[in-house]
Protein backbone atom coordinates (compact mmCIF):
# COMPACT_ATOMS: atom_id res chain seq x y z
CA UNK A 1 0.00 0.00 0.00
CA UNK A 2 2.81 1.93 0.75
CA UNK A 3 4.36 1.70 -2.60
CA UNK A 4 1.07 2.49 -4.18
CA UNK A 5 1.00 5.73 -2.33
CA UNK A 6 4.06 7.06 -3.17
CA UNK A 7 3.80 5.83 -6.98
CA UNK A 8 0.37 8.21 -6.77
CA UNK A 9 2.02 10.85 -5.11
CA UNK A 10 4.94 10.73 -7.99
CA UNK A 11 2.23 10.78 -10.88
CA UNK A 12 0.19 13.65 -9.04
CA UNK A 13 3.20 15.58 -8.71
CA UNK A 14 3.87 14.86 -12.50
CA UNK A 15 0.56 15.69 -13.93
CA UNK A 16 0.47 19.57 -11.47
CA UNK A 17 3.90 19.96 -12.95
CA UNK A 18 2.50 19.34 -16.37
CA UNK A 19 -0.37 22.21 -15.61
CA UNK A 20 2.58 24.09 -14.74
CA UNK A 21 4.12 24.31 -18.21
CA UNK A 22 0.38 24.50 -20.46
CA UNK A 23 0.57 28.04 -20.14
CA UNK A 24 3.64 30.79 -20.14
CA UNK A 25 2.09 33.93 -19.23
CA UNK A 26 4.78 36.76 -20.14
CA UNK A 27 7.09 37.73 -17.33
CA UNK A 28 4.99 40.96 -16.28
CA UNK A 29 1.94 39.16 -15.62
CA UNK A 30 4.14 37.07 -12.39
CA UNK A 31 3.83 38.25 -9.09
CA UNK A 32 5.06 37.79 -5.95
CA UNK A 33 3.99 39.01 -2.38
CA UNK A 34 6.11 38.01 0.11
CA UNK A 35 5.93 38.86 4.27
CA UNK A 36 7.89 38.27 7.04
CA UNK A 37 6.84 38.47 11.25
CA UNK A 38 8.95 38.38 13.80
CA UNK A 39 6.87 38.03 17.21
CA UNK A 40 8.51 38.24 20.91
CA UNK A 41 6.93 37.26 24.52
CA UNK A 42 9.51 38.25 27.25
CA UNK A 43 8.52 38.13 31.36
CA UNK A 44 11.75 38.59 33.65
CA UNK A 45 11.30 38.62 37.70
CA UNK A 46 14.44 38.85 39.84
CA UNK A 47 14.35 38.08 43.70
CA UNK A 48 17.42 39.14 45.99
CA UNK A 49 16.80 38.32 49.72
CA UNK A 50 13.05 37.21 49.03
CA UNK A 51 10.16 38.11 51.84
CA UNK A 52 8.64 34.92 52.97
CA UNK A 53 5.93 34.57 50.61
CA UNK A 54 7.08 36.93 47.73
CA UNK A 55 7.28 34.13 44.98
CA UNK A 56 10.62 32.89 43.13
CA UNK A 57 12.56 33.89 40.03
CA UNK A 58 11.06 33.88 36.44
CA UNK A 59 12.08 34.15 32.73
CA UNK A 60 10.09 33.67 30.15
CA UNK A 61 11.50 33.91 26.64
CA UNK A 62 8.78 33.59 23.94
CA UNK A 63 8.09 34.37 20.07
CA UNK A 64 6.46 33.27 16.31
CA UNK A 65 8.14 34.18 13.63
CA UNK A 66 5.98 33.38 10.31
CA UNK A 67 6.82 33.90 6.37
CA UNK A 68 4.65 33.76 3.49
CA UNK A 69 5.25 33.96 0.05
CA UNK A 70 2.28 33.76 -2.80
CA UNK A 71 2.31 34.31 -6.33
CA UNK A 72 0.46 34.45 -9.28
CA UNK A 73 0.93 34.00 -12.52
CA UNK A 74 -1.77 33.70 -15.10
CA UNK A 75 -3.63 31.02 -14.55
CA UNK A 76 -0.84 29.42 -12.00
CA UNK A 77 -1.12 30.21 -8.23
CA UNK A 78 1.27 29.04 -5.42
CA UNK A 79 0.80 29.69 -1.87
CA UNK A 80 3.75 29.37 0.74
CA UNK A 81 4.13 29.67 4.37
CA UNK A 82 6.20 28.56 7.33
CA UNK A 83 5.59 29.53 11.23
CA UNK A 84 7.65 28.65 13.95
CA UNK A 85 6.67 29.30 17.37
CA UNK A 86 8.13 28.52 20.63
CA UNK A 87 7.83 29.44 24.57
CA UNK A 88 10.22 28.37 27.05
CA UNK A 89 10.80 29.74 30.71
CA UNK A 90 12.69 28.72 34.17
CA UNK A 91 10.94 28.86 37.52
CA UNK A 92 13.35 29.99 40.22
CA UNK A 93 17.02 30.33 40.67
CA UNK A 94 19.94 28.02 42.10
CA UNK A 95 20.18 24.05 42.48
CA UNK A 96 16.84 22.18 40.59
CA UNK A 97 15.55 19.92 43.30
CA UNK A 98 12.79 18.04 41.21
CA UNK A 99 14.50 15.52 40.02
CA UNK A 100 17.40 12.70 40.72
CA UNK A 101 20.44 14.24 39.62
CA UNK A 102 23.62 14.46 42.00
CA UNK A 103 22.37 17.95 43.50
CA UNK A 104 24.18 20.31 41.32
CA UNK A 105 22.07 20.77 38.34
CA UNK A 106 21.02 24.54 37.38
CA UNK A 107 17.22 24.94 37.55
CA UNK A 108 16.10 24.13 33.54
CA UNK A 109 14.33 25.75 30.76
CA UNK A 110 10.62 24.37 30.64
CA UNK A 111 9.36 24.03 26.85
CA UNK A 112 5.55 25.69 27.02
CA UNK A 113 4.86 25.61 23.27
CA UNK A 114 7.36 24.49 20.05
CA UNK A 115 5.57 24.02 17.17
CA UNK A 116 6.89 24.13 13.35
CA UNK A 117 4.58 24.19 10.61
CA UNK A 118 5.28 24.45 6.73
CA UNK A 119 2.14 24.56 3.87
CA UNK A 120 2.21 24.78 0.47
CA UNK A 121 -0.56 24.62 -2.19
CA UNK A 122 -0.43 25.13 -6.06
CA UNK A 123 -3.33 25.35 -8.11
CA UNK A 124 -4.10 26.09 -11.69
CA UNK A 125 -7.07 27.57 -12.40
CA UNK A 126 -10.00 25.49 -14.76
CA UNK A 127 -12.07 28.30 -15.05
CA UNK A 128 -12.10 31.83 -17.19
CA UNK A 129 -13.04 34.05 -13.96
CA UNK A 130 -10.37 32.19 -12.29
CA UNK A 131 -12.41 30.80 -8.82
CA UNK A 132 -11.98 27.37 -9.42
CA UNK A 133 -8.58 25.53 -9.73
CA UNK A 134 -7.33 21.71 -9.70
CA UNK A 135 -5.00 21.89 -6.83
CA UNK A 136 -2.13 19.77 -4.70
CA UNK A 137 -1.59 20.92 -1.28
CA UNK A 138 1.69 19.34 0.50
CA UNK A 139 1.65 20.36 4.59
CA UNK A 140 4.03 19.76 7.63
CA UNK A 141 3.96 19.63 11.44
CA UNK A 142 6.83 19.10 13.97
CA UNK A 143 9.09 20.67 16.37
CA UNK A 144 12.59 21.99 16.81
CA UNK A 145 13.97 21.47 20.27
CA UNK A 146 14.17 18.28 22.14
CA UNK A 147 11.56 17.53 25.16
CA UNK A 148 12.71 15.82 28.27
CA UNK A 149 10.56 14.44 31.32
CA UNK A 150 8.74 17.30 32.42
CA UNK A 151 8.70 19.37 29.15
CA UNK A 152 12.06 20.15 30.35
CA UNK A 153 14.86 20.91 27.77
CA UNK A 154 17.57 19.19 29.29
CA UNK A 155 17.41 15.71 31.24
CA UNK A 156 17.99 17.06 34.74
CA UNK A 157 14.86 15.82 36.18
CA UNK A 158 15.73 12.05 34.89
CA UNK A 159 19.52 12.01 34.09
CA UNK A 160 20.33 9.51 31.67
CA UNK A 161 16.84 9.08 30.30
CA UNK A 162 16.00 9.48 27.22
CA UNK A 163 14.16 12.28 25.35
CA UNK A 164 10.47 11.95 24.73
CA UNK A 165 10.31 14.11 21.87
CA UNK A 166 12.83 15.96 18.68
CA UNK A 167 13.03 17.71 15.59
CA UNK A 168 11.25 14.95 13.15
CA UNK A 169 9.95 12.99 16.40
CA UNK A 170 6.73 13.36 15.97
CA UNK A 171 6.28 14.90 12.67
CA UNK A 172 2.62 14.78 10.52
CA UNK A 173 3.17 14.77 6.29
CA UNK A 174 -0.28 15.50 4.96
CA UNK A 175 -0.05 15.54 0.49
CA UNK A 176 -3.48 15.87 -0.86
CA UNK A 177 -5.06 16.52 -4.59
CA UNK A 178 -8.45 18.24 -4.88
CA UNK A 179 -10.04 21.75 -6.08
CA UNK A 180 -10.06 24.70 -4.50
CA UNK A 181 -12.48 27.53 -4.60
CA UNK A 182 -11.25 30.64 -4.60
CA UNK A 183 -13.88 33.33 -4.97
CA UNK A 184 -12.11 36.57 -3.55
CA UNK A 185 -9.02 37.31 -1.67
CA UNK A 186 -10.38 37.07 1.58
CA UNK A 187 -12.04 33.27 0.97
CA UNK A 188 -10.83 29.87 -0.36
CA UNK A 189 -12.51 26.03 -0.01
CA UNK A 190 -10.13 23.10 -1.02
CA UNK A 191 -11.33 19.41 -0.75
CA UNK A 192 -10.02 16.44 -2.05
CA UNK A 193 -10.82 13.09 -1.71
CA UNK A 194 -7.04 11.85 -2.01
CA UNK A 195 -5.50 12.71 0.72
CA UNK A 196 -2.47 10.89 2.25
CA UNK A 197 -1.59 11.68 5.66
CA UNK A 198 1.86 10.16 7.75
CA UNK A 199 2.62 10.50 11.43
CA UNK A 200 6.13 9.68 11.64
CA UNK A 201 8.71 9.24 14.29
CA UNK A 202 12.08 9.32 12.94
CA UNK A 203 14.23 8.12 16.56
CA UNK A 204 13.53 4.49 17.10
CA UNK A 205 13.74 4.93 21.21
CA UNK A 206 11.16 7.58 20.83
CA UNK A 207 8.61 5.72 18.98
CA UNK A 208 8.88 2.72 20.91
CA UNK A 209 7.62 4.58 24.09
CA UNK A 210 4.25 3.29 25.01
CA UNK A 211 1.34 5.65 25.24
CA UNK A 212 -0.51 4.30 28.66
CA UNK A 213 -3.93 4.63 29.55
CA UNK A 214 -5.40 5.71 32.76
CA UNK A 215 -4.68 2.19 34.93
CA UNK A 216 -1.04 2.23 33.30
CA UNK A 217 -1.57 -0.25 30.53
CA UNK A 218 -0.27 0.35 26.85
CA UNK A 219 -3.07 1.07 24.83
CA UNK A 220 -1.11 -0.19 21.49
CA UNK A 221 0.13 2.80 20.24
CA UNK A 222 3.54 4.57 21.40
CA UNK A 223 3.29 8.05 22.54
CA UNK A 224 2.95 9.79 19.42
CA UNK A 225 0.35 7.20 18.14
CA UNK A 226 2.57 4.93 15.88
CA UNK A 227 0.88 1.76 16.01
CA UNK A 228 2.26 -1.33 18.42
CA UNK A 229 3.81 -4.61 16.30
CA UNK A 230 4.99 -6.43 19.02
CA UNK A 231 6.01 -5.94 23.00
CA UNK A 232 8.13 -3.15 23.31
CA UNK A 233 8.24 -2.73 19.58
CA UNK A 234 6.02 0.01 17.56
CA UNK A 235 6.12 1.14 14.49
CA UNK A 236 7.85 4.28 13.10
CA UNK A 237 5.22 5.57 10.91
CA UNK A 238 1.40 5.41 10.40
CA UNK A 239 0.00 5.98 7.40
CA UNK A 240 -3.53 6.78 6.74
CA UNK A 241 -5.20 7.52 3.12
CA UNK A 242 -8.83 9.45 3.32
CA UNK A 243 -10.29 13.24 2.29
CA UNK A 244 -9.55 16.50 3.07
CA UNK A 245 -11.54 19.70 3.52
CA UNK A 246 -9.70 23.20 4.30
CA UNK A 247 -11.35 26.22 4.83
CA UNK A 248 -9.44 29.92 4.77
CA UNK A 249 -10.10 32.86 5.37
CA UNK A 250 -8.69 36.41 6.19
CA UNK A 251 -10.06 40.62 6.50
CA UNK A 252 -9.31 43.72 8.09
CA UNK A 253 -11.59 45.73 9.52
CA UNK A 254 -11.86 49.18 11.39
CA UNK A 255 -9.83 51.28 8.52
CA UNK A 256 -8.09 54.62 9.37
CA UNK A 257 -5.52 57.04 7.46
CA UNK A 258 -2.10 56.27 7.40
CA UNK A 259 -0.80 59.16 5.74
CA UNK A 260 -2.05 59.43 2.59
CA UNK A 261 -2.83 55.75 2.17
CA UNK A 262 -5.47 53.40 4.11
CA UNK A 263 -4.84 51.06 6.91
CA UNK A 264 -6.89 49.24 9.09
CA UNK A 265 -6.42 48.31 12.94
CA UNK A 266 -7.60 45.00 13.09
CA UNK A 267 -6.22 41.80 10.80
CA UNK A 268 -8.21 38.46 11.48
CA UNK A 269 -6.94 35.13 10.06
CA UNK A 270 -8.65 31.65 10.27
CA UNK A 271 -8.21 28.41 9.00
CA UNK A 272 -10.01 24.90 9.77
CA UNK A 273 -8.99 21.20 8.05
CA UNK A 274 -11.01 18.37 8.44
CA UNK A 275 -9.67 15.45 8.05
CA UNK A 276 -11.48 11.73 7.56
CA UNK A 277 -9.51 8.55 7.40
CA UNK A 278 -11.18 5.98 4.81
CA UNK A 279 -8.82 2.98 6.61
CA UNK A 280 -9.94 3.84 10.18
CA UNK A 281 -12.29 0.68 10.58
CA UNK A 282 -9.37 -1.73 10.00
CA UNK A 283 -6.87 0.51 12.36
CA UNK A 284 -8.73 -0.42 15.75
CA UNK A 285 -11.32 -3.12 14.95
CA UNK A 286 -12.48 -3.56 18.73
CA UNK A 287 -13.09 0.29 19.09
CA UNK A 288 -16.08 1.28 16.96
CA UNK A 289 -15.27 5.33 17.60
CA UNK A 290 -11.90 4.36 14.75
CA UNK A 291 -15.14 4.50 12.51
CA UNK A 292 -16.89 7.75 12.83
CA UNK A 293 -14.29 10.28 14.32
CA UNK A 294 -12.70 13.13 12.20
CA UNK A 295 -9.47 14.98 12.59
CA UNK A 296 -9.27 18.89 13.44
CA UNK A 297 -7.18 21.13 13.16
CA UNK A 298 -8.43 25.03 13.52
CA UNK A 299 -6.16 28.11 13.65
CA UNK A 300 -6.61 31.85 14.06
CA UNK A 301 -4.64 34.79 14.48
CA UNK A 302 -6.18 38.28 15.36
CA UNK A 303 -4.08 41.02 15.08
CA UNK A 304 -4.20 44.88 16.50
CA UNK A 305 -2.09 47.61 14.85
CA UNK A 306 -0.90 49.95 17.72
CA UNK A 307 1.47 51.79 14.89
CA UNK A 308 3.09 51.01 11.47
CA UNK A 309 4.52 47.14 11.69
CA UNK A 310 3.84 46.89 15.37
CA UNK A 311 0.64 44.69 16.39
CA UNK A 312 -0.33 43.02 19.10
CA UNK A 313 -1.56 38.92 18.06
CA UNK A 314 -3.69 36.84 19.66
CA UNK A 315 -3.01 33.30 18.13
CA UNK A 316 -5.38 30.22 19.35
CA UNK A 317 -5.17 26.53 17.99
CA UNK A 318 -7.48 23.68 18.85
CA UNK A 319 -6.14 20.30 17.81
CA UNK A 320 -7.69 16.74 17.35
CA UNK A 321 -6.71 13.62 16.16
CA UNK A 322 -7.06 10.13 17.29
CA UNK A 323 -3.88 8.92 16.33
CA UNK A 324 -2.41 11.76 18.16
CA UNK A 325 -2.46 10.77 22.40
CA UNK A 326 -2.72 14.26 24.14
CA UNK A 327 -1.70 14.60 28.46
CA UNK A 328 -4.54 15.29 30.37
CA UNK A 329 -5.11 18.68 31.71
CA UNK A 330 -5.64 18.14 35.82
CA UNK A 331 -4.91 21.13 37.91
CA UNK A 332 -5.06 19.35 41.01
CA UNK A 333 -1.85 17.26 39.51
CA UNK A 334 1.78 18.68 39.82
CA UNK A 335 2.69 20.33 36.55
CA UNK A 336 -1.30 20.56 35.80
CA UNK A 337 -1.01 17.32 33.89
CA UNK A 338 -2.05 13.71 35.14
CA UNK A 339 1.37 11.74 35.38
CA UNK A 340 1.65 8.79 32.51
CA UNK A 341 -1.42 9.04 31.33
CA UNK A 342 -2.62 9.87 27.69
CA UNK A 343 -5.87 10.59 26.11
CA UNK A 344 -7.84 11.18 22.51
CA UNK A 345 -8.95 14.72 23.13
CA UNK A 346 -8.52 17.96 22.13
CA UNK A 347 -5.46 20.00 22.79
CA UNK A 348 -5.83 23.90 23.08
CA UNK A 349 -3.30 26.05 22.50
CA UNK A 350 -3.17 29.90 23.08
CA UNK A 351 -0.60 32.50 22.80
CA UNK A 352 -0.41 36.48 23.07
CA UNK A 353 2.30 38.17 21.68
CA UNK A 354 3.64 41.91 20.27
CA UNK A 355 4.80 41.03 16.69
CA UNK A 356 6.72 43.23 13.83
CA UNK A 357 5.40 42.17 10.36
CA UNK A 358 7.21 43.47 7.48
CA UNK A 359 5.60 43.43 3.86
CA UNK A 360 7.99 43.40 0.59
Not at 39 to 48: E, P, V
Request: net charge neutral.
Amino acid sequence: MKRISLLFMLLAFLTTATFAQEEKPAAEEKKWTTGLGIGLDFAQLLQINPKVGAGENRLGLGGALTYFANMKNGKHSWDNSIAWRLGVQKLGSGIYGGGTGNGEDKVPFQKSIDELRFDSKYGYAITNDKKWYMATELSFLSQILKTYSGSLLTDAAAPGAHELSKFLSPGILTYSVGIDYKPNDNFSLYYSPIAIKTIFVADGDIANMPSLDADGMPTGASIHGTPWRAANDYDKTLFSFGSLLKAQYQNKFWSYKDGDKDAHRILFKTYLTLYFDYLQGNKRKDRPEYKTHVDVDWGTETSFVIFKGLTAVLTTNLFYDWDVPVQKTDNSQSGGVVPGELVHKPSFTQQLLIKYTHNF
